[in-house]
């Protein structure tokens, strides 16, 4: 080998090392939130999650493993945050101050999207659970579509609007926007746009009215497919502070993240692991 050729390999080696260094001291240094995406929750032991009584999706997770991975982080002390105080606390130029019971603890949010009856049912009884053993409340962020509240799906019926008041009502939900159609927002002139941004709000306020004394119920959406652009985060922000993506990313806090209309997430499907989840939660790689 020549001595230049060893000189470029010495660059070359120097260089990858050098990016991977900053790599693993920008996880390190910076505070980041997983915020994991679910769509159906599906208990194994219940035959009406299960086939032939209903087809089995990708997107299931099951409620075995999901109390598994919230137990573990009941018992690490995180904090779920809803969508406001996420906004609050980390994204609004005006942050409010942390309160004293939060600082310090390790952040997580737990988003589910479509409003599914399964979902519904699991996820109640799956909260209820873990508040009269822990003594604590959880909360799961709703990214709903309110023209479909009580409708009979194809494949999966949806939860009506009492069954979204209760989980409101009893602390364990936060629920926000993901369009009215669960249409692909981009493809939309500027006129149905509007339309699909701001009929979704409106009865999902209309539902919730008499609960929502803070006015956060949707304040924020989730993209549905989680497709967006320049037009879509135009018309988003005259309604909603904030809008969700599905990314595969989490969100790093700093003066890097401006962007409060692409905020990543995390999209979960069946054979994503309680081990993998935890990892992510503890600012694992992806």
Not at 59 to 88: A, R
Not at 141 to 153: D, E, K, R, S, Y
Request: charged share 25%; glycine share 6%.
């Amino acid at each position: 080998m020549t001595i230049r050729r060893k000189r470029l390999t010495s660059f070359l080696l120097a260089l990858i090392l050098g990016l991977v260094l900053t790599r693993v001291m920008f996880e390190v240094i910076t505070d980041e939130i997983a915020i994991f995406g679910f769509h159906d929750i599906i208990n194994l032991d219940n035959p009406n999650d299960l086939p032939p009584k209903r087809p089995a999706s990708d997107g299931d997770y099951t409620k075995q493993d999901l109390e598994k991975f919230i137990e573990s982080l009941v018992l690490d002390n995180y904090w779920f945050l809803s969508s406001q105080e996420l906004y609050d606390y980390f994204l609004n130029v005006n942050k409010k101050k942390i309160p004293k019971e939060h600082q310090g603890q390790k952040k997580v949010m737990l988003t589910v999207d479509d409003g599914y009856q399964s979902a519904h049912n699991n996820l109640i009884a799956l909260a209820e659970s873990i508040e009269a053993k822990y003594k604590q409340k959880i909360k799961f962020v709703w990214f709903l579509n309110p023209p479909f509240f009580g409708v009979a799906g194809v494949e999966l019926d949806h939860a009506s609007c009492e069954d979204f008041r209760e989980g409101l009502s009893k602390g364990f939900y936060d629920l926000q926007s993901h369009g009215a159609l669960h249409k692909d927002l981009t493809t939309l002139q500027v006129k149905d746009l509007q339309k699909e941004l701001l009929s979704s709000q409106e009865i999902l306020r209309e539902c919730t009215q008499d609960l929502d004394q803070n006015q956060t119920v949707a304040s924020h959406i989730a993209y549905p497919f989680g497709e967006t652009n320049d037009q879509v985060k135009k018309y988003a922000s005259k309604y909603y502070l904030s809008g969700y993506l599905y990314n595969n990313s989490t969100l790093k806090l700093g003066w890097w993240s401006k962007d409060n209309y692409q905020i990543p997430r995390v999209s979960i499907h069946s054979r994503i692991t309680v081990q993998r989840l935890l990892r992510l939660a503890a600012g694992g790689w992806l």
